[in-house]
Each structure stands twice: as structure tokens, then as C-alpha cells.
């Protein structure tokens, strides 16, 4: 739900203010007006981070700056995120990067950065975006700000119904090649509590995701220890997402032991429970091993070509995902490459290839393979961290956005890692959010907000 006013909020939901009115338009002139929410999301000693969401009210735009002030000439803007940041005195601008050019009428952009500060961290006033104060309102029509924006054509559930693969790419059921952009939980054995009624919608309507994964981690502490509340967990995901227009993955998450084989029994138990289930919704995508290790490519295809018929029995025309070798690399860290796959594919129809990657791990090597194999084999990057393959370490910003803008120009659909609060620079939530109810800008980290602008775009569905 959007907010119908200006409001300057700090950490803590302080509503600091609205401000007064402007941009008052001529009749002919096109309708201009926005709203910034200012979130100061931590702060430290001589230091802090701001979430800076811009909302544009008026007639769409195409290519943008934000200005604000800093009442306190110590504040500085470091470092920032989803825009082009100068400060001179104490103005700062952000200008619009490539992909967040376009806001049409409702659309945001999360902007944020990290600040350094001398003293007092008061909140920026007069911000405009170009040119035209942020009031929360368009003139001379206030009853526009109160709409919620539509999105076109419906849930992207609805836009697109049962799905398939056609060549290389995933489809819909009007045969065109779509793209599908969400978030993965985290490992619902630790976070269960982040995936609510709150949670959901805010990863629905907020962040427009197309899809939740649902990662069922089968080892430390996962489905072999309770394979009843697992199942019934991920069956009650699936359906949260459907509700909310959402396709879902199921994940089963398998990670060490790295061969599936290991898995292979409580895999088949597992798939057919989830299929008989599911069968009926159109929702559901099934990833049938998260990241092969420590196991050939030969392994993988045999685990496969045994789990793939349980499914179809159940589910026969539901996409199937498999990992590949190397964590889900398409065999490249192991010294391999997709090759081994494509001379040698596993023997099903409707099925896709995972490739997880780590932009500050996974770099240019990588990326080079993707683009060959693209054209080759059905690609779904079922996982994807914006930091190092720890999960952990610094947020590669130019890396997320190199790999992100390749799988947009391919249609390769993804997932981040995480949609949850944990204590660690891959979550997209700040630690704490999931014991409360307010999932908003406010509680989204750097890799959360810059993973939020990117899945937030329109689909060209
Ligand atoms: C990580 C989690 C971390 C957890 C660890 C062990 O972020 O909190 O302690 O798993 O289970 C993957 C895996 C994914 C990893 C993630 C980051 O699919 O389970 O999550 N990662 O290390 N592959 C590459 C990176």
C-alpha cells in the first residue's frame, strides 16, 4: 500500500513532516509531483546508512535527478547505491542509472547510501526531482496520490499461467519467452519467521517479485530431521505465492553432502508428496537439487533422470530445474564448462539447468560462460548473492550489475539470496525486521535495495 503523504521517516517511524505544496502545474503541463521516504537505516560513530525512496507521483519520466540538502555541512554521502551520487557543498544529487531511467506514474526507485557525518545526523530537507519539490502530492489533483498502481496485465501469475520451456527460454501459455525476477528465502529451518502475511505481501506488491523460491535445506537441521513439517511448510509457501500472483520454486536445497545421490531416496519421497499436491496450481516450478559437489556431471544426470519421472507421475507438465556440477556452475569451478551437458543432457523434456553465481566471487570466466550456454541450454539462475559465495563480504555493486544486465538481455529468470534478516551483507533484510511487521525501505540493506530496483522494474511480460 503506498502512503497518500509526504512523510520523512527515521529509523524508529518517526514521521518527521510534510512540507509544503509546489509544483503547481499549467493546465497543458504534464502532471509533476513525488514523495521521498528517508530511512536512516543505521548509525554509528562519525558514520551512517540512508534509504532514500524516491516515488514519482506525476506523468511518467524518462531519465531523472533527485536533490536533497544536508542541514549539517560534516554530512557527506560515501558511497551510494541504484543512482549516479555527487555532493557539492551541501546539496546532494542522484541521477538515474540506465536501468531506473524510467519511473512512470506510482513507480519508485530505492536509492541509498552511506554517509559520513561530523556531529548531529539531521534528516536532508528540500528534496526535488527535476526540479520539482517532493510534497507527497500532484497538483491540482491530490486524489491521484491515493491510487495504488496498477500493475499491467495483473499478477505476473495471471499475465502468464501455466509455464514452459520452448527452445532456450522459459514461457508462458501464449508461447512467449518471459522472465522471471524474485527472491529466495533463506533456510527455513532458521528463518521460518520471515515468510508471513506481511513479508509476503510487501515481496508481492512492494518489490512486484514474480517468485518466491522456497529453499528446503534437506541436511543441518533440515527436511531429514521432520519430513512432515516440511513438506506442509513448503505446500503452504506455494500456496502463500499463489495467492499473491507469484510462481514458486521449490528448492531442495541440497548443499553437503554435495552428491544428490546421497539424497536420492528422501528426494523421491519428497517430489512425489509435493507434485500429488501441487499438481493443479500453475504456480510451481520444481529445482530438484540446489548445488552439486564432489560429484561428475554423470551423477547428476542419474539422480535426475530417477527424480524427473516421480514428478511428472504426479505433475506431468510442470517445469523441472536441475543443478549442475560445481555448485551449480555449469561445471566451471570445478574446471569444467557446459559442454559436459550439452553433449550429454539429461534424457526429459521441459526441464532447465541451474547456474548460481556470487558477483564479487564470480566474475567475467563465469559470465563468458553463460552467454555461450545461453544459447544452448534453457538457463534458470535459481540463486544469485550480490556479495562473495560465503554469503558473507563486500556487496560487489558493478559485478551484480554486470550479471543482472546480461540475464535481462538473455530473459534469464533469477532468485536472490536471501529474502530474510539474517545477520549477514547477502540478506536483503536488516537483522530484526522478521520479529516485527514492517517489512518497508526502511529494513531493506544495501544488497536488499539494490536487488529491490532491479526486480521492482516492470516485466516485459
Ligand atoms: C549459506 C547461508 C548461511 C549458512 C550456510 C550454510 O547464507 O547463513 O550458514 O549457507 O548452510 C550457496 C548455497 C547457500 C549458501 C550461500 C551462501 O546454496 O545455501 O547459504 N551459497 O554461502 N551457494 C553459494 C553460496
Known amino acids: 500500500m503506498k502512503r497518500s503523504i509526504a512523510a520523512l521517516a527515521l529509523a524508529g517511524a518517526t514521521v518527521l513532516g510534510c512540507t509544503a505544496v509546489l509544483a503547481m502545474p499549467q493546465a497543458s503541463a504534464a502532471a509533476q509531483g513525488c514523495r521521498v521516504d528517508y530511512t536512516v537505516a543505521s548509525q554509528w560513530q562519525g558514520g551512517f546508512q540512508a534509504g532514500v525512496k524516491v516515488t514519482n507521483l506525476g506523468d511518467p ?48 526507485a530505492d536509492l541509498g547510501f552511506t554517509g559520513t557525518t561530523t556531529g548531529a545526523n539531521p534528516v536532508p530537507t528540500s528534496f526535488s526531482l527535476n526540479g520539482v519539490a517532493c510534497t507527497g502530492s500532484t497538483e491540482p489533483t491530490p486524489t491521484t496520490t491515493t491510487t495504488t498502481t496498477p500493475s499491467p496485465g495483473g499478477t505476473p501469475l495471471a499475465a502468464n499461467g501455466q509455464l514452459h520451456v520452448c527452445g532456450v527460454h522459459l514461457c508462458n501459455e501464449a508461447n512467449r519467452a518471459i522472465q522471471l525476477r524474485g527472491m529466495s528465502t533463506h533456510g527455513l529451518q532458521w528463518f521460518n519467521s520471515c515468510y508471513n502475511d506481511a513479508s509476503l505481501d510487501a515481496l508481492a506488491r512492494d518489490w512486484r517479485a514474480d517468485l518466491l523460491r522456497i529453499s528446503m535445506y534437506v541436511q543441518e537441521k533440515g527436511y531429514e530431521t521432520n519430513p512432515a513439517w516440511f513438506t506442509d511448510r513448503v505446500n503452504t509457501l506455494v500456496g502463500e505465492a499463489e495467492e499473491r500472483g507469484m510462481y514458486a520454486i521449490i528448492d531442495f536445497h541440497t548443499l553437503t553432502p554435495g552428491d544428490p545421490n546421497y539424497n536420492l531416496d528422501r528426494a523421491k519421497t519428497f517430489f512425489a508428496a509435493v507434485a500429488a499436491r501441487n499438481a493443479a496450481k500453475k504456480n510451481v516450478i520444481y529445482e530438484i537439487t540446489n548445488e552439486p559437489n564432489g560429484v561428475s556431471w554423470g551423477g547428476i544426470k542419474s539422480y535426475a533422470e530417477q527424480v524427473i519421472p516421480v514428478i511428472r507421475a504426479a505433475d506431468p507438465d510442470a517445469v523441472v530445474i536441475v543443478g549442475t556440477r560445481g555448485w551449480s556452475s555449469l561445471g566451471v569451478s570445478d574446471g569444467s564448462n557446459e559442454t559436459e551437458i550439452v553433449n550429454n543432457p539429461v534424457n526429459a523434456t521441459n526441464i532447465m539447468y541451474a547456474f548460481h553465481f556470487y558477483a564479487a566471487s564470480h566474475k567475467d570466466n563465469y559470465r563468458a560462460t553463460v552467454s555461450r550456454a545461453a544459447a544452448t541450454l534453457p538457463l534458470f539462475v535459481t540463486e544469485f548473492g550480490t556479495v562473495t559465495a560465503t554469503g558473507g563480504g563486500t556487496l560487489d555493486q558493478a559485478g551484480t550489475a554486470a550479471w543482472l544486465d546480461l540475464l535481462d538481455q ?48 516492470a516485466d516485459s511480460f
Open 61 to 108: 519520466v524518462s531519465g531523472w535527478s533527485l536533490r536533497f540538502t544536508f542541514p549539517d555541512a560534516g554530512q557527506k554521502v560515501a558511497q551510494g547505491w541504484n543512482a549516479t551520487w555527487s555532493q557539492s557543498g551541501t546539496t546532494a544529487t542522484a541521477a538515474n542509472v540506465d536501468w531506473n531511467r524510467t519511473l512512470g506514474t506510482g513507480a519508485a
Open 410 to 457: 538473455l530473459r534469464i529468470g533469477y532468485a536472490n539470496w536471501t529474502y530474510s534478516d539474517a545477520d549477514e551483507s547477502s540478506a536483503a533484510l536488516t537483522p530484526g525486521t522478521c520479529a516485527g511487521s514492517d517489512y518497508g525501505s526502511g529494513r531493506l540493506t544495501a544488497s536488499g535495495a539494490l536487488v529491490k530496483s532491479r526486480i521492482s522494474t
